[in-house]
């Protein structure tokens, strides 16, 4: 008898596109799926943590199905692999790969770990289409602007996404598992989890019908409504793809076929799977765009760092007095998610009307995102404070209010999430208040706010800022 594989799952929930999960099953013997709780999944924040909660128990059930077992184990991932593996008579462990700096220093001392007792170790790719190192310039080094990375990449070969497993074959005997409901990954977005949770599309399944659904009635029209906030114009993948519910290959050939059948907006669809790509190979090859300005030269930039400052709580709490601002930011508290137009206003006003540096709005989001992503979530906020590769140039400010009336002229979206403006308040607006902590002290009957720096005002601070250093 082949001895078990332990296919150590991360963020790649699902059975479909799963390499190292076919590569146990091919190799024969028992498949083993284990989620390890480590330092990592601790310290994320309250939305995704809740999410990755759901999604674990989501595809738990679907191995129950397939009379397979999520084994959950909690603790140092170079004791608790090795130990397993030891447990159960694995002769491999396999799982697919991660890129961030902490992933890759854990995964590279646990396949030391498992090779030193003998046990084999396997990584595979799937969380992206192009390995990082695999794409160069000319000149050997890597893309630091994101228009070239694409020529390069758009005609690459995509590996076709590999079949589900038919199977998972079982061990004679289950090792001893963890249950998710000690683990409490939710506890941290106390009653906001019932506001989010009927906007969540949770699982494999429910991925495929929204990439399905994407194709055959949005996708021709993306590249007019993909800037609208108040128009279902999106994919709303990212939550999935986030967590691996789907692969962006997948996603790739989807977009492949659209195109083949002249769908208009399908190659604009392409090129924004290709600008995640773009954030994890910069993440790979300069991992100090998590923590620090990718320009060195912003270092000397006089941000605030403060978040406890008047203006950067009204910010995170939306009450801006900018309706695009508040708006986007209500949609997050309610939907764990916000329209991209909407990041980059969001963004945009906390760096350079408010002169708050990037940092404060990137921790944020990883608290408040169901669908955060740290490659997607650290190139964005660079990119629009102006100190990241490929940014927008420092002096171009979105104007917020010139924003709303080009991108949501019959003011649906700002409709749908502000209370305040109106008689008879949208539902969704009305549970921000049923979502937000109650410390925040805010009512729909609340007046809505004056600016608390108008557009012009921040404007012209945030320029002033920029003219009187040297970068």
């Known amino acids: 008898m082949t001895s078990p594989t332990l296919v150590w799952i991360r963020r790649d929930l699902r059975l479909s596109d799963h390499a190292a999960l076919t590569a146990a099953v091919e190799r ?49 991932a170079r004791d608790v692999i090795p130990a397993l593996a030891k447990e159960v008579g694995a002769g491999a462990v396999y799982w697919q790969r991660a890129y961030d700096p902490a992933s890759v220093e854990r995964d590279t001392d646990v396949k030391a770990a498992l090779k030193d007792v003998g ?59 963890e249950t998710l409901e000690d683990w409490s990954l939710g506890v941290a977005m106390n009653r906001g989890a019932a506001i989010v949770r009927p906007f969540v599309q949770l699982g494999e399944q429910a991925a495929q019908s929204r990439l399905g659904a994407f194709m055959a009635t949005k996708v021709a029209d993306y590249v007019r409504t993909r800037d609208l906030p108040g128009v279902d114009g999106t994919s709303n993948l990212s939550e999935n793809l986030a967590l691996g519910e789907i692969s962006p290959a997948q996603c790739w050939h989807a977009g492949q076929r659209a195109m083949q059948d002249g769908k208009p907006g399908a190659e604009t669809f392409l090129k924004e799977l290709v600008w995640r790509e773009f954030a994890y190979h910069l993440m790979w090859h300069t991992p100090r765009i998590l923590t620090d300005n990718w320009r060195e030269e912003w270092q000397a930039f006089p941000w605030n760092e403060d978040e406890r400052k008047a203006e950067v709580q009204a910010w995170m709490q939306g009450r801006t007095g900018i309706r695009f601002v508040d708006a986007a930011m209500r949609e997050m508290y309610v939907t764990g998610r916000m329209h991209n137009r909407g990041r980059m206003i969001v963004a945009s006003y906390l760096t350079k009307h408010l002169m708050c540096h990037w ?19 650290a190139m964005g906020w660079q990119w629009s404070a102006g100190s990241g590769p490929d940014a927008t140039p420092y002096f171009r400010v979105f104007n917020p209010v010139t924003q709303l009336d ?66």
């Open 359 to 377: 940092k404060v709005g990137l921790n944020w989001f990883e608290e408040c995102l169901i669908d955060w992503d740290p490659a997607s979530n």
């Open 28 to 76: 024969g013997g028992p498949v083993i799926p284990v989620f390890l709780r480590d330092s990592l999944v601790d310290g994320l924040g309250a939305a995704p943590k809740w999410r990755l909660g759901l999604g674990l128990k989501c595809f738990g059930d679907v191995l129950a199905d397939m009379e397979s077992q999520l084994v959950l184990r909690s603790g140092n």
């Open 119 to 177: 046990v084999e170790a396997k990584s595979f790719a799937g969380h992206l289409m192009f390995e990082p190192w695999t794409i160069e310039t000319g000149q050997g080094t890597f893309y630091k602007v994101y228009t070239p990375f694409w020529k390069t990449v758009r005609d690459r070969p995509v590996d076709a996404p590999l079949a589900a497993p038919s199977t998972l074959p079982a061990p004679d005997a289950w090792p001893g598992s």
């Open 406 to 471: 080009k991108f949501d002229k019959d003011r649906s979206y700002v409709s749908r999430w502000l209370a305040e403006d109106y008689r008879t308040p949208h539902e969704d607006a009305l549970s921000f208040y049923k979502a937000i902590p109650r410390s925040w002290s805010m009512s729909s009957g609340d007046a809505y706010p004056e600016p608390i720096v108008a557009p012009d005002v921040g404007r012209k601070r945030a320029l002033s800022a920029y003219q009187n250093r040297s970068f």
